[in-house]
């Protein structure tokens, strides 16, 4: 492809080398899912979604997150095929997106029972890569259709949401789970950067993106601000942003930390399954999966999003049967092909859940707008669950008197991935800073000297830990936090430390940092303060920064030290690693707690070798972890056994 010139901001022409390069945005929900696309070569720029999946002849903006496994764990169908399937000897699995909630990563317990059972010998992160799996093979190939030629779909660069809940560990999985359903991979000879291709972007952020480009609805300016409350199956997410800049070069700045809570939708859906089944006990074929799929479609897609609180208590709520054969029984509303259920039953066994679900939601937004001293003048619902008459109705109730539009954008249920699909076609941070969402604090191993300066304040709070370095500068050695959770990040800040390794012979050339992360709020100095948790140990080769060469050259029998720095990127999701040398950078790497691109099976049988190649490659950052996955034993619950799984720790 030739170079292309374009007029930057300085007025100076330069060349694009990523003109026309494809951006492919996947939603990956915990009822729906959906893959979108643009490139500045393709319909002028405008974003796309697949519309037609397999199983169905009509249009879909999203599929149901779902697959069909045998009783071998092979898979069956995926999407509106697994939805609609109903064989015997079969693992529907749903929801599994679940799994990656913080609680549910920290605690076995915190595993909601309702979640089906996972087929034997598969855990939810092998879901997650099978659907993930089956979703990119489709898209590459509807994409390649839709657009009426071979696309360079190798070199793109793909987006991945995730819920603004999400700890850096389920991020982390997700970001694996991605890699090793082959999203993105070596597109040629010498390709070393082909994970960087694969971003992940919190939910609410590509939400905002794509809501910040619709200014013909809610009429927003720069200076502004406005709420984007995503609700969708799964979760609630909510962000702070203001409009910054000029509207033809638009940028948003996040000025709040962000929030979420598991208050999704989804879990309507499962007081009206089984609301059904308790109803149709009697009538077994109207509980067969393919009508069951049926009942809850109709419910989800219509009824859920209609109902207008206790004023439906007099109507009937009506659900086509899809099996017509079966006798009348009009004692539990089965009359004429349909179910009939009182609006008042409804209320009380389903949608009593909606008040409990849409209080959730209005205390998340009270607690957002809690954080911001400034005057919000826009409230943006956007995901499935937005469409929800009653929760506009009721957040226009709470909220109207103080923030002047609350409205639902175009293309709400698809907001985030329209988004995430735009900023990857932009080419350029459409956020400029973001909120921190957690502490940062970086540890050196011992042998390995952290040049941070002794200030009063150690002196005071640490005297223990300060001594005098080989200048005979007092220097602090527990002193290594980063960044602290709350704090404002602009997009492509370097939060650095400086660190000088000695070294005891040329061979000696690798630098260990260990990364770890706090959810506390307390500003942490030291690292005796608070609650961490290991993020990852990071290896960086030094062998090739011209300090450690020179050294080197020098042949000091006695070792030699050798000057550099580390910095680390934040964005919205995740933390980029960078080596720097004069202000110059020599190398980077996405921060992560897996090993990437090795299997399982590989880390448990050959970490040792890993280790010692690791070590080796020069200017090359990996985080490793070992973690070990253990199947608890089975535990009855609501008359089914469910199987538990659990992530360890990092060592």
Sequence with gaps: MAPVQ????????VVSADEGKMSISIDFGTTFSGVAYGSSRISGGQIQQILTWPGSVETYRKIPTCLLYDEGGQIL????????????????????????????????????PRLPQLPPGKRAFDLI???????????????????GAVADLASADVWLTVPAAWDAKGCDLMREAAIHAGLVHSSRAGDTQWRNRLHIITEPEAAAVHCAHLTDLHHLQPSQNFVVCDAGGGTVDLAVYKIIGQMENLEIAEIAARSGS??????????FRELVKTLLADHPAHLDPASLAYFMHSFSETEKLDYAGTQDDDNMFHFTCFNVEDPDDPTVGLMDGQLSIPGALMRREVFSQVMTCIQQVLALIEDQ?????????ALLLVGGFAGSEYL??????QFGSRIRVIARPADADTATLRGAARYGLARRPLVASVIAPRSYIMKARRRYIVKLPAE???????PAYIRNNDAGYPICENRRYLVQKGAIIRKGQRLTTKFCKFSQSVQDSSFVAVLYTSESDKIMRYNDEGETTELCKWTVDLSSLPAFQQNALMGQSSGFYTEFEIGLELDSAEVRGILLYNNQEWGRSVLSSMLLNQAEH???SHFRFLKLTLLAVRLTMNCYIVYRLSWLSTKARVNFEWYYYRTGTIR
Excluded: M
């Design 456 to 462: 009063q304040e150690d002196w005071h709070k640490r």
């Design 77 to 112: 169908a995926w999407g509106l095929e697994a939805k609609h399937t109903a064989l015997p000897n079969t693992y529907r699995c749903e929801w599994f997106k679940l799994f990656l909630e913080p609680r549910a990563l920290r605690d076995d317990s915190a595993i909601d």
């Design 392 to 397: 506009k109705q009721r957040v226009e109730e």
């Design 602 to 604: 590989c880390i448990q």
């Design 129 to 147: 890569v099978d659907f993930l799996s089956c979703l990119w093979e489709y898209a590459k190939e509807q994409i390649t259709r839709d657009i």
């Design 262 to 271: 598991n208050t999704g939708s989804l879990f309507l859906d499962l007081r």
């Design 369 to 377: 707008l809690s954080k911001v001293d400034q005057r919000v003048d």
């Design 6 to 13: 374009i007029r930057s901001d300085s007025g100076i022409n």
